[in-house]
């Protein structure tokens, strides 16, 4: 299932270089891909779990996901605070943008939190159309070789990789989990603006997306 960033109403600006288009026409009707067949994530299971966050801070957001949707967020300190800062921040919104789909709810006060600009209306579209097609997500993503690539002030840049080969779509009213074979295109490489807020968390900003992208296929 290919879950990718919806294109957004306001045009993304050059502060991210715009990669393949994520998604196509020729996909099984079953494969969810980009914001043209969008589905929102499930939260017919009564109970919940809460996902690792990227750290065992304070302040640290709690995501309550559905028992059937899960979220790795791989993060190994890089020895730069203001990096590790970065990847944080970076690792609760896309936390953010599953449970924005898992709750059926765009407009969470953590997504809210974590996203921002062109990111935050696109995403939220996404979710819009996801809820209107009456389907949900099931199943584990993870997102993997998350790196900052350049940082300048209060902007910086990440790059990172996303493993779709466990997430599927879900009809929300009959549970009926739609399975598709594993593909190249489950494979998805992100790059995202991150921005400073003048309370000094990062907010993702722009997001690109290139799928079956070949770094991260191997991983």
Not at 45 to 60: M, T
Not at 80 to 90: S, T, W
Not at 111 to 122: H, V
Not at 141 to 158: L, P
Request: with cysteine; aromatic share 6%.
């Amino acid at each position: 299932m290919k879950l990718c960033a919806p294109a957004s109403a306001v045009a993304l600006t050059a502060a991210v270089t715009l990669l393949t288009a994520c998604g196509s026409s020729d996909d099984k009707p079953d494969r969810i891909t980009g914001a043209k067949e969008t589905a929102a994530e499930s939260e017919e299971s009564p109970s919940a779990s809460p996902s690792p966050a990227a750290d065992d801070g304070a302040d640290a957001p709690e995501f309550d996901f559905p028992d059937d949707v899960k979220v790795e967020v791989e993060s190994e300190p890089t020895g730069d605070a203001a990096e590790d800062a970065i990847l944080r921040d970076h690792g609760y919104a896309v936390q953010s943008i599953r449970l924005g789909y898992a709750k059926q709810d765009p407009r969470l006060d953590v997504l809210e939190r974590y996203l921002g600009g062109d990111a935050l209306l696109g995403w939220r579209a996404g979710i819009d159309e996801f809820v209107q097609d009456g389907k949900t997500v099931s199943g584990t993503v993870r997102y993997y070789d998350r790196e900052v690539t350049s940082r300048k002030g209060d902007a910086a840049s990440v790059v990172y990789c996303e493993d779709q080969t466990n997430s599927y779509a879900k009809i929300a009213d009959s549970g009926k989990v739609l399975k598709t074979e594993p593909s190249a295109d489950d494979f998805i490489r992100h790059v995202s603006t991150m921005r400073k807020t003048a309370d000094g968390r990062w907010q993702m900003v722009h997001e690109s997306d290139e799928q079956g992208a070949a770094q991260c296929g191997t991983s």
